[in-house]
């Protein structure tokens, strides 16, 4: 049946999610039992005052969605804390949670993780395709950066 | 300028990118240092958290669902309709510069929407117009194409599937951060999604970003990579003439059959405000659908992957 010669054609694809996701659930697991999640996103917060707040709240994300590249698994962890420190430096918590989205979704274009489906539908490799999109990354991190600073 | 910059930060990282799966390895050992190091955690805890159903395990569904992603995204990409589709846009570009702008604009828009469907929308149109580049003898440096392609994942969380603000609208996810009494409400989307600032930084890079992808398109025909040293010709192309029908017509009736599981449950995606909430919850507990039915043949497969899509995350 050609659908099944489909999926087993596209199923080699699927490799490196077989092999890579286990690994960063793995990394989740640790970063949250031992808190060291926790640990990353308020020492850099903490570097933040009033209104830089939201600020080190997105390049903190940043940092952390490299190890949590999981948007919700994310949230789960980092949400807390930037939703209590945006309340004690009385900053607009709607405002902080923009800022954690910001941060989760920039340094996408650094972790291999989200792109493995792209990667095996184009038939190109991870270091192809990085450089461009690390520029990418930085125009979007002072756009966004100026973002967060003006509103 | 930019795009000879864009070669040399290109030729940087391929030296010292590591294959994918070596950098998963790395960030493994380096997490259990920095948790022995950081944290008072005894190493006998750190592999238990490792290793429980919270560790490893934990993303289980998840992966499957991902696998799902890219076995019937390909299956999409192969069908009749979507082929037709993208041979027609891919008609569009008529140099290298215009043709990642084009990727790019397909992958951050899709990716506006859904996360999901920004991914496969991104790759597909990489691939598809790589090909119909080589069909009509332009040379466009593919990488740069499937870069593009995945620009959706760098402006999804501000958009209808980003997770964090979904999560913030119900009041029950607010005390489970707070507490019972929590110091705040929950938090509408017009404070986050739809706030001036997201237009403003969202809606920027929107258009910045095909704008640097463009400006990056390399000049010298030296460094330009053509689709075809990836494997992607005309003959192997999605839309590639060589096993026209039976693979696509099946591939559309599994897509028809995707729509049947989905359709009870939610309906069209995007006529739901809501709908993005599937991406935060698990589909059981995703909200019930606003409604709609297929109406053509000839997109119900979009609209079943789209659905499918939601379910996810």
Redesign the interface.
């Known amino acids: 049946m050609s659908y099944v010669r489909a999926v087993e054609r596209a199923a080699k694809g699927a490799a490196g999610i077989i092999l890579q996701f286990p690994l960063y659930a793995g990394i989740m697991g640790i970063m949250g039992a031992t808190g060291l999640t926790s640990l990353f996103a308020t020492s850099l917060a903490a570097i933040g005052t009033g209104g830089t707040l939201p600020l080190t709240t997105f390049f903190s994300a940043a940092v952390v969605n490299i190890f949590v590249p999981s948007g919700g698994g994310q949230w789960a962890i980092q949400g807390p804390i930037a939703m209590h420190s945006a309340i004690a430096a009385g900053i607009d918590p709607a405002k902080m949670v923009m800022a954690v989205a910001y941060g989760d979704q920039l340094t996408n274009m650094l972790q291999p993780f989200w792109a493995l489906p792209l990667l095996a539908i184009t038939k190109v490799q991870a270091r192809d395709i990085v450089g461009y999109t690390a520029v990418a990354m930085l125009a979007g991190a002072a756009w966004i950066a100026l973002g967060l600073l003006l509103f | 300028m930019i795009s000879r910059?864009?070669l040399l930060?290109?030729?940087?990282?391929?030296s010292v990118?590591p294959?994918?799966?070596v950098?998963?390895?790395v960030?493994?050992f380096a997490?259990?240092a920095?948790?022995l190091l950081?944290?008072p955690?005894p190493f006998p805890?750190?592999i238990?958290?490792?290793?429980?159903d919270?560790?490893?395990?934990?993303?289980?569904k998840?992966?499957m669902q991902?696998?799902l992603?890219?076995?019937t995204?390909?299956?999409l990409?192969?069908s009749p309709p979507v082929a037709r589709l993208t041979r027609r846009l891919a008609q569009l570009p008529t140099t290298g510069a215009n043709a990642a702008a084009l990727v790019a604009v397909l992958a951050t828009t899709t990716g506006v929407l859904n996360?999901g469907l920004g991914?496969?929308v991104?790759?597909?149109a990489?691939?598809e117009v790589?090909a119909a580049m080589h069909r009509k003898g332009i040379s466009v440096h593919?990488?740069?194409?499937?870069?593009?392609?995945?620009?959706g994942?760098?402006?999804?969380?501000?958009g209808f599937s980003?997770?964090?603000?979904l999560?913030?609208t119900r009041a029950a996810d607010i005390a489970e951060?707070?507490g019972a009494t929590p110091?705040?409400s929950a938090?509408p989307l017009d404070?986050?999604l739809f706030?001036?600032?997201?237009l403003?930084?969202t809606g920027?890079?929107l258009i910045?970003?095909p704008l640097?992808?463009a400006a990056?398109a390399p000049r010298d025909a030296a460094a330009i990579?053509r689709a075809e040293s990836?494997?992607?010709s005309d003959n192997d192309g999605v839309v590639a003439s060589a096993?026209p029908t039976?693979?696509a017509m099946?591939?559309n009736?599994?897509s028809r059959v995707f729509w049947r599981i989905r359709h009870g449950s939610r309906g069209l995606w995007f006529c739901s405000s809501r709908s993005g909430r599937g991406?935060?919850t698990s589909p059981a507990t995703a909200p019930p659908a606003s409604g709609s039915s297929p109406r053509t043949p000839s997109i119900s497969p979009c609209l079943a992957s789209a659905c499918f899509y939601t379910a996810l995350?």
Do not use: C
């Open positions: 910059l864009g930060i290109s030729r940087a990282f391929r990118m294959d994918p799966f950098l998963a390895v960030l493994t997490t259990i920095l948790a950081l944290t955690t805890k750190v238990d958290a490792w290793s429980s919270l560790g490893i395990w934990s993303l289980l998840f992966a991902m696998s992603i890219l076995v995204g390909y299956a990409a192969t996360w991914l496969i991104g790759a597909v990489a691939r790589g593919y990488p740069l194409l499937a870069a593009a392609g995945y620009l994942l760098m402006v999804w969380h501000g980003g997770t964090a603000p999560k913030v951060i707070f110091p705040i938090i404070r986050t706030s001036p600032m997201n403003f930084i920027g890079l910045l970003l640097i992808m990056l990579q990836f494997g992607i096993e039976g693979e099946i591939a009736r599994s991406a935060t995350r």
